[in-house]
């Protein structure tokens, strides 16, 4: 049987191009099985019913693969540094009358939208500069066409684990989106299917990275701490590799 | 892209800063940690290694002239990265870092301008505008006595704290920024259980303390 909790919300609300402020509301009876989304469609129901604006948030699939959730609470992306993303954070993780701080992921290139919706269409940006293998429309090859070693299947498959939600971005210290860039560089390079368009893709997918603003990488992992798929550094260190030998070999 | 390009790129600048620090590392750091060891062997071989070094002075005025090649870049880049990212960081209000993030890494920026600083006051000690040194007879030669001129340095406590300070400073600028590099040229250095930034702290503690061997043991050990 689950109980019930109550908090306070200190949420950041912002209109596009205005100052931002933080405005604080109460939640009771919050069900501690509930989700975090869930809470806040609870609280909106309750600020729709008092006929103010409900907390604007982005939101999918709520299974945790789609990344479209994602905010700051207490000062930590998707609350919580345990491979979590927002819409799996559940309530029991919060004690009976805590105050819950909630921002928006903060970085240059993620302009607040609205509230908590920020625009993270650079990751898709970035992306059109190389994160996809060209191939001749019609039937699918035959899979055992091209034998692929299982480490490097496995590896591969970990970094397409990204669902792109900036998580790593907002927890950078320097903005960086190395860490989505590297996962998605990693994902073809390590695949022979990916070997054709590397070094157009390398420099393709760096190249947009920085012109976006997005920051540099000092090395110093909050990116793969807050990472709620738990995609691994060791992304970045084959990201380097690749830009070296597409860039300078 | 174009070579020049790729170099100034966000990875491009990351391994112009990698290698001018390991240039200094490896060409300046270790080398100076291995001359300052002799001091601990008394006035003759020490002064005998000073005067070795200034008969090789066109290798000196080349590693100076690499040193301050090395240091321009690293500075340079290191600025330029460092705007680009308070920039990309945005205003944060409620964010908090890690317990993964290290001290060492938090305080780069301040442990690299505590060295520049170091540096500087260093060059003013011993080479800009050293004091008046005593000619001593070595092997025949006259040379300066460097070990009387480093001693009387350190006979002031408050230099000597100045200098271990300084120390600190480096000890914590390398144990990041060995590991750093090494991840920046490719190599995987993982999040936890790395032997790689294991040796790359012990490397700092090693040789911050190695450094801190003259200044303390002018103080508190060697009677000249």
């Known amino acids: 049987m689950s109980d019930t909790i109550n908090i306070s919300l200190k ?22 099985s509930a989700s975090f989304l869930e809470m806040l469609d609870v609280v909106n129901e309750q600020l729709t019913l008092n006929g103010k604006e409900p907390i604007a948030f982005e939101d999918d699939c709520r299974e945790g693969i789609c990344g479209a959730c994602g905010v700051l609470v207490n000062g930590t992306t998707h609350g919580s540094h345990e491979k979590t993303t927002l819409c799996q954070l559940h309530m029991r993780k919060f004690k009976n009358n805590e ?43 035959e899979a055992s066409t091209t034998p692929i070693k299982k480490e490097l299947a496995e590896a591969a498959m970990d970094a397409a684990e990204c669902i792109g939600c900036g998580a790593c971005v907002a927890a950078c210290p320097n903005g960086s989106a190395m860490l989505f860039t590297a996962a998605k560089v990693s994902q073809y390079a390590l695949l022979p299917q990916g070997h054709p368009e590397r070094k157009q893709r390398v420099e393709g997918m760096v ?23 738990g995609i691994d550094v060791q992304n970045i260190a084959r990201l380097n590799r690749e830009f070296i030998k597409a860039s300078f070999m | 892209m174009k070579k020049n390009c790729a170099l100034l790129s966000s990875i491009g600048q990351k391994l112009l800063i990698a290698t001018s620090g390991l240039v200094m590392f490896i060409l300046f750091l270790i080398p100076h940690m291995g001359g300052n060891i002799l001091f601990l062997f008394g006035p003759d071989i020490f002064n005998s290694y000073a005067m070795h070094l200034h008969q090789m002075m066109p290798v000196v005025i080349g590693l100076r002239v690499l040193m301050l090649a090395s240091i321009t870049i690293h500075m340079a880049m290191t600025i330029k990265m460092s705007i680009s990212n308070v920039q990309a960081r945005g205003t944060r209000l409620s964010q908090k870092p890690s317990k993964e993030r290290s001290l060492a890494a938090r305080l780069m920026p301040l442990s690299g301008g505590m060295i520049f600083l170091f540096i500087v006051k260093h060059l003013l000690d011993f080479t800009i505008s050293p004091p008046a040194v005593q000619m001593i007879e070595i092997d025949g030669y006259m040379a300066k006595d460097v070990y009387g001129m480093v001693y009387t340095q350190f006979q002031d406590p408050v230099q000597v704290i100045i200098y271990l300070l300084f120390m600190v400073a480096v000890g914590f600028h390398l144990s990041h920024a060995l ?7 490719g190599w995987y250095v993982p999040r936890k259980h790395s032997k790689i930034k ?15 061997i003259i200044p303390v043991s002018a103080l508190i050990y060697f009677h000249y």
Not at chain 1, 111 to 117: P, S
Not at chain 2, 198 to 212: K, N, P, R
């Open chain 1, 207 to 229: 190249g947009k990275m920085d012109e976006l603003g997005f920051g540099s990488c000092s090395n110093e992992y909050e990116c793969a701490v807050a990472c709620p798929k």
């Open chain 2, 179 to 185: 590991q750093s590099a090494v991840q920046t040229f």
């Open chain 1, 11 to 32: 949420v950041w609300r912002q209109n596009q191009g205005e100052e931002g402020h933080f405005e604080v509301y109460q939640a009771k009876d919050i069900d501690t």
């Open chain 1, 99 to 141: 105050q819950i701080v909630i921002e928006p992921f903060r970085a240059h290139p993620f302009t607040v939208i609205k509230d908590l919706v920020v625009d993270r269409s650079g990751l898709d940006a970035i992306i059109t500069e190389g994160g996809y293998v060209s191939v001749k429309t019609g039937n699918a090859p």
């Open chain 2, 198 to 212: 294991l040796i790359s702290m012990w490397v700092a503690i090693g040789m911050a303390s190695t450094f801190a």
